[in-house]
């Protein structure tokens, strides 16, 4: 079992930046992919970027790529989302999860554990 925290949500104007931060306890996090997905009411959870245990491979969603890089630094238990660039229709929820098994980094049903999420509101 692993719990995740995520942290470093909050306001910003349309072409800011924000850093999401995911803590890990319980297991170690070398243990897992990870993957960060986002949430907006009445909508189902969208994939933004996932990165394997190494950190060697990385994966975006197609309106991240370019803008927003996931990073991890498993000494520290952790993963971050780094945002660059945002814009109002990247307002969300943001999940970090964690996944046990080999499945696709792309769908949320392929992950085991996550976060309670962390508000990010764009400003136009």
């Known amino acids: 079992q692993v719990q995740l925290v995520e942290s470093g949500g909050g306001l910003v104007q349309a072409g800011g930046s924000l850093r999401l931060s995911c803590a890990a306890s319980?297991?170690?996090?070398?243990?897992?992919?990870m993957g960060w997905f986002r949430q907006v009411p009445g909508k189902e959870r969208e994939f933004v970027a996932a990165i394997s245990r190494s950190g060697v491979n990385t994966y975006y969603a197609n309106s991240t790529k370019g803008r927003f890089t996931i990073s991890r630094d498993n000494a520290k238990e952790s993963v971050f989302l780094q945002m660059n660039s945002l814009q109002p229709e990247d307002t969300a929820v943001y999940y970090c999860?964690?996944?046990?098994?080999?499945?696709?980094?792309?769908?949320?049903?392929?992950?085991?554990?996550w976060g309670q999420g962390t508000q990010v509101t764009v400003s136009s």
């Open positions: 999860a964690a996944r046990s098994s080999y499945l696709t980094p792309y769908r949320s049903s392929s992950y085991d554990y």
């Open positions: 319980g297991r170690t996090l070398t243990n897992y992919p």
